[in-house]
């Protein structure tokens, strides 16, 4: 049994989706604290532009809280939204999949939603249904028990699922919470993402990785899935 487990972050990344396309089940950490640095792909992404990249970001209220992804709320006091449907369309309208995606990219978008979690998880499963992966999804927050920490949680989340393998990201983010060690007396197999980024047809110059996923599915339609 191959588990991942990853923060639901906003419009995620090709390596994300590639981890949970190698996976038996990914778990969404839903219930683990919302990062506190600027460096964290939580609440925002990188789309391409005629002119480099832009961020998307979505504004929170209480980040400085220490509060999870599903308990952390959205600001929804300036029309963020508008803004963020505003520049895909602007930079993505000419793109040649761009109409088969974007009505139900700003439906999802336009809705209101509880936590942060909601909504990048409803965005996630959305691209997941797109890019015919379909791995078992399954949320922390029903597994684990709330007086768990980021660590401790893995490791229950592990046994309860009786994994055998666990994909982990190989950025410093993801190392802080993995002890090798405690892996193999557990008879886990740990398996280190090192996620070579594809390149794919892209609008605008020289082609720049690390875009959020609507600048691969926007490009190159149902051959997306191939390319993850």
């Not at 419009?11 to 969404?28: A, C, E, Q, R, T």
């Not at 684990?144 to 980021?150: E, H, I, S, T, V």
Request: glycine share 4%; proline share 5%; net charge positive.
């Amino acid at each position: 049994m191959t588990i991942s487990i990853h923060q639901p972050n906003y419009l995620p990344w090709l390596g994300f989706f590639n981890k949970v396309k190698l996976s038996d089940v990914f778990v969404i950490f839903d219930d683990v604290q919302f990062p506190r640095g600027k460096k964290h792909f939580g609440h925002r992404n990188k789309i391409k532009t005629n002119n480099g990249d832009i961020w998307l970001t979505v504004p929170l209220i209480g980040k400085s809280e220490l509060k999870s992804f599903n308990t952390i709320s959205i600001n929804y006091e300036n029309d963020w939204r508008k803004k963020h449907l505003s520049l895909i369309e602007n930079f993505y309208k000419k793109s040649p999949y761009y109409s088969d995606y974007y009505p139900s990219i700003c439906n999802i978008i336009k809705a209101n939603y509880n936590s942060l979690h909601e909504l990048n998880t409803k965005l996630i499963l959305y691209f997941l249904q797109e890019l015919k992966i379909d791995t078992k999804i399954l949320l922390s927050s029903d597994i684990c028990p709330p007086d768990l920490n980021g660590g401790s949680k893995i490791d229950f989340i592990l046994d309860e699922l009786k994994a055998t393998n666990y994909i982990s990201g190989s950025g410093p983010g993801s190392k802080r919470y993995i002890n090798e060690e405690n892996f193999k007396q557990r008879n886990i197999n740990l398996i280190w993402q090192e996620y070579k980024h594809p390149v794919y047809n892209q609008q605008y110059n020289d082609f720049l990785p690390y875009m959020a996923i609507i600048d691969l599915l926007f490009n190159e339609g149902p051959n997306s899935k191939n390319i993850i």
